[in-house]
């Protein structure tokens, strides 16, 4: 007699950090739809809405079957009366007319379109929308606005920025990083973290976190690495984000909360040689000289003093839903602070060293949750 796997809804956790979220989502008709209404939220900056529905979509994730009644969802959390009829739509009539509501809003399909573009958010979006901008084209058209430089490149590599990268684009970017930094610093210890480190195929951006075993730090490895980069024409754009951490300081009790250290946001010139066709008409010169053989990609590099490098990693590593009820987790269950530095004790009134993600779970009282099943 083979053994059926029991499931019990009452089970599942609040916290995401007590489940396990694989990129197998048998929801994602439910999931995108909860997205869509976290999103229009977000651009709404209605924070506890945007929650609600982030925190079910989460719940969702995690289940090991696709809901079919209403049944299903019994005994779940996180499953408010917004969250709850929107599922009973989705089951009778296959699709959320809230959700669709949303994706033909104008209000929304400007702020899509404008907080895609690198360097922009809600806010400069919401500034753009009430000067009567709608489109990108119109933004483009508006010479009188004042761009950031950040946004100037949003723009200028717009296409290659929101194609999606691939696994393949972060392993080239991730030999380039690492042959980089072991110019300056042989030991370095560089880690590709973020959606592509939980098992993700493509990603916005590629994140690395880079840390040197022993004492030895080195303020000015960023610098170093952007200025060959400069050299050897690679560099696209880059802001170096200057450490800010105090030892010591108590960590940050905001959820979500940006760390302390030195970081660099990136664009990287990648020379892909591409088979194109026109390469071989009979005016080869001319093609040759109009076929782009690069991509512009997004990448972060942080940098962290070796002994944080667990917590950074867990931090960085995300997903953001996953950090955020990690941080929730401790604070409200163990009475610890958690953010990417340190992990205190607010009892015993210490800091709780790690030198691995285990460790962090073990302190939390966690079980271990692996990096590809962190896709809350
Ligand atoms: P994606 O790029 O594939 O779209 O997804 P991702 O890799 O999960 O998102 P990300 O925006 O690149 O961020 C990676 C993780 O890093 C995310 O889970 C949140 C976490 N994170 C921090 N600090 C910061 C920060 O200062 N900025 C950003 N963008 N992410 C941060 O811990
Ligand atoms: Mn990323
Ligand atoms: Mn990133």
Redesign the pocket.
Known sequence: ESEVPSFTASKVSQYSCQRKTTLNNFNKKFTDAFEIMAENYEFKENEMFCLEFLRAASVLKCLPFPVVRMKDIQGLPCMGDQVRDIVEEIIEEGESSRAKDVLNDERYKSFKQFTSVFGVGVKTSEKWYRMGLRTLEEVKAEKTLKLSKMQRVGLLYYEDLVSCVSKAEADAVGLIVKNTVRTFLPDALITL????R?G?K????I?FLITNPGPREDDDLLHKVVDLWKKQGLLLYCDIIESTFVKDQLPSRKVDA??NFQ?CFAILKLYQPRVDNRSYNASKEFDMAEVKDWKAIRV?LVICPFEQYAYALL??????QF?RDLRRFANHEKKMILD?HALYDKRKRIFLKAGSEEEIFAHLGLDYVEPWERNA
């Open positions: 973290t973020g959606g592509f939980r993700k493509i990603g916005h951006d994140d940006m760390d970081k972060d931090g960085w590593t995300g997903s953001r950090g990417n």
